[in-house]
Antibody
Framework: QLQLQESGPGLVKPSETLSLTCTVSGGSISSSSYYWGWIRQPPGKGLEWIGSIYYSGSTYYNPSLKSRVTISVDTSKNQFSLKLSSVTAADTAVYYC?????????????WGQGTLVTVSS | IQLTQSPSSLSASVGDRVTITCRAS??????LAWYQQKPGKAPKLLIYAASTLQSGVPSRFSGSGSGTDFTLTISSLQPEDFATYYCQQLNSYPPPLTFGGGTKVEIK
C-alpha cells in the first residue's frame, strides 16, 4: 500500500518559484510500474493535471503549464518534486501528489493528502 | 480531450437515485474513472474502466458508458454520499489525464 506525503512552503511570493516534494512510502519510486504525478485544485474549483514523470525519466506536462513546470525524482530519498516558476495568484491551490499504474486506462490509485500553497506578497 | 460534466450541482434527498453524466470531446473507449471528493480531502477512486467498481466502494455506485458518453449512478443516496464527483479520462497516454469540471451533490 503506497503512501504519499507532500511537503513544502505554504506561502510563495509572486514571480518566485513554487517547490514541493512528495515522499513515497510503502514502495519504491524506482518501480517501473508507476508514474509519479502532480495535480492541483484552486480553492473552490476543480482538479487540474499538472504533469507526471515515469521510470524512464520521461516527463509529461500539461500544455498550459509546460513552460513553467519541472518534475524530477530523487531515488536516494524515495521522493519526487515539483517546481513551478514565475507564480502568480492564479497558482494558489491545493497541490496533490499522486500515482497510478503507468499504462493507458489506469486511474489515480494513490493520492497525498494535499498541501495548500498560497501565492501572495 | 475535454470532459463536460452535468449537472454542475444538484440537490437530492437521502434515498434518491442520482445520475451524473460526463461527455468527452472525442471517443475514449471505456477509459474513464469517477472520483468522490469531500471537503478538505483528496479525491477517492470510485469506478474505473467506466464501470468497474473499486474495491471497498458500496454497490449503490455504478458506472456505464463508452465512447463519448458516460454516467455515474447512485442508486439510493446515503448521507455520506454528499460530496463532489469528478470524472477523469484515462485515454491519453502518456498524460495529461484531464478531469471533468465536477458535480456537487447537496442535501435537499
Amino acid at each position: 500500500q503506497l503512501q504519499l506525503q507532500e511537503s513544502g512552503p505554504g506561502l510563495v511570493k509572486p514571480s518566485e518559484t513554487l517547490s514541493l516534494t512528495c515522499t513515497v512510502s510503502g514502495g519504491s519510486i524506482s518501480s517501473s510500474s508507476y508514474y509519479w504525478g502532480w495535480i492541483r485544485q484552486p480553492p473552490g474549483k476543480g482538479l487540474e493535471w499538472i504533469g507526471s514523470i515515469y521510470y524512464s525519466g520521461s516527463t509529461y506536462y500539461n500544455p498550459s503549464l509546460k513552460s513553467r513546470v519541472t518534475i524530477s525524482v530523487d531515488t536516494s530519498k524515495n521522493q519526487f518534486s515539483l517546481k513551478l516558476s514565475s507564480v502568480t495568484a492564479a497558482d494558489t491551490a491545493v497541490y496533490y501528489c499522486a500515482t497510478g499504474i503507468a499504462a493507458a486506462g489506469n486511474p489515480v490509485d494513490y493520492w497525498g493528502q494535499g498541501t495548500l500553497v498560497t501565492v501572495s506578497s | 480531450i475535454q470532459l463536460t460534466q452535468s449537472p454542475s450541482s444538484l440537490s437530492a434527498s437521502v434515498g434518491d437515485r442520482v445520475t451524473i453524466t460526463c461527455r468527452a470531446s472525442q471517443g475514449i473507449s471505456s477509459y474513464l474513472a469517477w472520483y468522490q471528493q469531500k471537503p478538505g480531502k483528496a479525491p477517492k477512486l470510485l469506478i474505473y474502466a467506466a464501470s468497474t467498481l473499486q474495491s471497498g466502494v458500496p454497490s449503490r455506485f455504478s458506472g456505464s458508458g463508452s465512447g463519448t458518453d458516460f454516467t455515474l449512478t447512485i442508486s439510493s443516496l446515503q448521507p455520506e454520499d454528499f460530496a463532489t464527483y469528478y470524472c477523469q479520462q484515462l485515454n491519453s497516454y502518456p498524460p495529461p489525464l484531464t478531469f471533468g469540471g465536477g458535480t456537487k451533490v447537496e442535501i435537499k
